[in-house]
């Protein structure tokens, strides 16, 4: 099983979690133990998109091209195997699961076709969204929720938006266009939205558009934030940002001589910064 390439990332205050192609590892910060689930625990052989770790629920998920997701329970190890997606009646190549965000123990999954509401209590889909016009599939790279709102980042189809409480939110006129073009991702860093649009544009949510805040080198490549850092992976580069978005590290991949391949993923737990690579497994500074 290759460690080599790491698809993404997760983290709980305590441990660390990656995903390489079809496997993936934890480490345990406070005892430096790593421990991994491949196909021989019953992980899938198919090839990993996502992973998301949730402190609450005590559950990871781990999302693959082909539309499969595997939920697996911390307290006693069990994996289930998620195949709402796959048995989908849509285009196959439409089924990658691109991100997980959670809200108020609904996991929003992202998709290559919509949005996929799915329960961590009931471990039960709910409803699906497809929000292109008039009701088409478009890519979703990641949502957010913010002032009561779901944001929906999309490939080449804008930012769009819905009150999240909205019992119709399966309805696409439910939604509105409140940005055009491409965009990586979306995310809520302390009360604040920030999106990245495809060709490395950080933007910020003000009023009621989306303002320029920062124009990157080169694009990025992963787009996330948590408690203390929002974190921008480019293939060269890897920014952090404090709460008062003021930058306060830019790890260059020519400074790591033990690497000789691209970044893919970064975050950080506590002062640490883990960042996944294309060849070179997982390194932390």
């Not at 698809?7 to 345990?28: G, H, R, T, W």
């Not at 625990?41 to 629920?57: H, K, R």
Request: glycine fraction near 8%; charged fraction near 15%.
């Amino acid at each position: 099983f290759s460690f080599n390439e790491i698809k993404d990332v997760s983290q709980s205050p305590d441990k660390l979690y990656a995903a390489s192609e079809n496997a993936i590892f934890y480490k345990n910060l406070a005892t430096n133990i790593i421990q991994s689930k491949n196909t021989i625990d019953g992980l899938s052989g198919e090839t990993i998109s996502t992973i998301y770790y949730s402190p609450e629920n005590k559950k990871t998920l781990i999302g693959y091209e082909n539309g499969l997701i595997i939920v697996i329970n911390e307290v006693d190890g069990k994996m289930l195997n998620v195949v709402d997606i796959i048995n989908k009646s849509i285009p196959a190549s439409t089924k990658k699961v691109n991100h997980f965000m959670e809200y108020e123990n609904i996991v929003y999954v992202s998709c290559d076709f919509g949005i996929v509401q799915y329960n961590l209590k009931t471990l039960q889909f709910g409803d699906t969204y497809f929000i292109g016009d008039g009701g088409t599939l478009i890519p979703i790279s990641q949502t957010a929720v913010f002032q009561g709102n779901i944001y929906a980042s999309t490939v080449n189809n804008g930012i769009r938006r819905a009150l999240i409480t909205n019992p119709n939110l399966n309805d696409y006129n439910q939604w509105t266009n409140i940005a055009g073009g491409g965009w990586l991702g979306i995310t809520n860093f302390k009360n604040n939205l920030f999106a990245t649009t495809n060709n490395g544009i950080i933007q910020e949510f003000k009023g009621n558009a989306f303002t320029t805040i920062i124009t990157l080198p080169e694009v990025s490549v992963d787009f996330r934030s948590n408690e203390d850092h929002l974190v921008i992976t480019t293939a060269n580069h890897v920014y952090l940002y404090n709460t008062a978005m003021v930058k306060i590290a830019d790890i260059k991949k020519n400074d790591i001589p033990e690497i000789n391949s691209s970044f893919t993923c970064a975050t950080t737990i506590g002062e640490t910064i883990f960042i996944g690579t294309f060849e070179n497994g997982l390194i932390n500074t």
